[in-house]
């Protein structure tokens, strides 16, 4: 299917425990981001890549890791879940430029207990 | 202090009135963005500006570069209009996005 797709969509783990939040998207978008989203904070930006092995952080990047292998695939890992890292998680791909308009994905919500 | 604000938080209205949501930012920005998120949680992109005003259907979009400010407006809203309205600034440095809080518009038939 095209578009831009994460999986899980739902996912409950424990406070220590790994977790890796897969993207795929089939634009061959070059720009690929990660937002979590709060109540009271909007989206906020954890890590971005502008291109396959090129990655950067965000606004709230500790706790999370992300690897750009391939172009079509973004994972973001919690090494070591926290309860604060409950969220939504939102996966978006962009063409190269400033500011192009981003797709998003379904989301992730994510429990940590 | 957030570097975007929008108001107001909440908004409800009657179906057929004319909707303005607001959008104020403090970074220099290179394109401005207006988001709808849906009930059940998909996010599409409406709207992205750099300067002056746009317009899809009901939908129209306008930023003041100088002022620092985005309006969203929506003619004759319909109950399918209800939906989170988010206003996202890119910055002309750094690559960053800001997002707004949201605006969460519920028109009532």
């Known amino acids: 299917d095209a578009g831009i797709t994460q999986s899980p969509r739902y996912k409950i783990t424990e406070t220590g425990r790994q977790v890796t939040l897969m993207c795929h998207q089939t634009w061959s978008h070059s720009y690929m981001f990660w937002y979590r989203q709060d109540l009271g904070h909007g989206l906020r930006l954890i890590y971005y890549s502008a291109a396959a092995d090129i990655t950067d952080k965000g606004e709230v990047p500790d706790g999370y890791v992300v690897s750009r292998s391939k172009t079509e695939n973004f994972p973001l890992t919690l090494e070591s879940a926290t309860r604060s890292q409950t969220s939504v998680y939102f996966c978006?791909?962009?063409?190269?430029?400033?500011?192009?308009?981003?797709?998003f994905g379904p989301g992730t919500r994510l429990l940590v207990l | 202090k957030n570097e975007v604000e929008q108001s107001p938080q909440n908004l409800t209205a009657q179906e057929g009135e004319f909707i303005t949501i607001n959008c104020s930012y403090s970074v220099g920005i290179s394109a401005l963005h207006w988001l709808q998120q849906h009930p059940g949680g998909g996010i599409v992109s409406l709207f992205m500006?750099?300067?002056g005003k746009k317009k899809h259907g009901r939908l129209i979009a306008t930023i003041n570069i100088q002022e620092k400010h985005s309006s969203l407006h929506i003619t004759a809203s319909h109950p399918r209009d209800s939906a989170v309205y988010i206003c996202a600034a890119f910055t002309n440095t750094g690559n960053q996005f800001y997002f707004g809080t949201g605006t969460s518009l519920t028109v009532i038939p």
């Open positions: 978006a791909s962009s063409e190269p430029g400033g500011g192009q308009t981003q797709y």
């Open positions: 500006l750099s300067s």
